[in-house]
């Protein structure tokens, strides 16, 4: 089974550009790039920060979008977006209790997307009422269960980005670890960096994000840090024993090169030409 994650796609007022980026015209592409090389996916998930101020407009355009697009696309929302608004234009993404939160089934297991919003802040929160949704549901959930949310539940060692990750990460943590078995993995963003790690033994991981990128920088106590890094996404590749995850990093511009043959045989130090 193959799945796709795109993260931190920012839409925002067409025409304007964040970071020199343009992250319409980014995503647009990232589309592009992930229907004609990865067709054969199951669907694409976007793991928050669709926009970059929470603008209808920018959910209008992103709906359209999902329309034209080939595979199944399922949305999180990030500290950049505003839930109200965002569920007014998808109100299929709501649960029970008014949160932007959802379960899909895929053909191996269950997908659940989880809402970390929070109002006035960019941290993210996951309070008891969301944490009582997410043990049933993963109580409920055939296995394997593949998570995806916005903020990341675990520190990254840099101070600025750790103010604003996951709140209440304690208590998300605590139902991660009462079903870490039935969970294969966790996907998030909202740090535009390439991370990866494991909560109570559940592996989790991050793309850089299709529009600007971070920078590790963990010197810097004050300012989060940018780069000209290459957009990406994430392509997830889930066997019945394993999992792997490609950050395709759609914007690079130089060149692929086609080198050597894999075949022993074909190693040959005097006439090989690297
Ligand atoms: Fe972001
Ligand atoms: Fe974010």
Redesign the pocket.
Known sequence: MKLLQL??I?LTKPGDTIAGRDPNENFRKALRHAITHHPDAEAIFIT??LSDWGDKDDYLRLKAEIAECPLPIHLCI???DERDVFLAVFPEGADENGFAQTVVPLTEGTAILLDTWGPDTHAGFYCSKRQDWLDRELSNATAPVFLFM?HNPVPIGIAPMDKIMLRDADGFGKVVSRHAAKIRHIFH????LPLAGSLHGVPFSAPR?TN?AGWPDFANEGNLAGSDLPESYAVVLAEETSTMIHMIEYGYEGTVRQEGSPDYADWDRLTMVR
Do not use: A, L, S, V
């Open positions: 993260t931190d920012h928050g920060d990030g500290n950049h916005h963003g909202h740090c535009h994000g600007h």
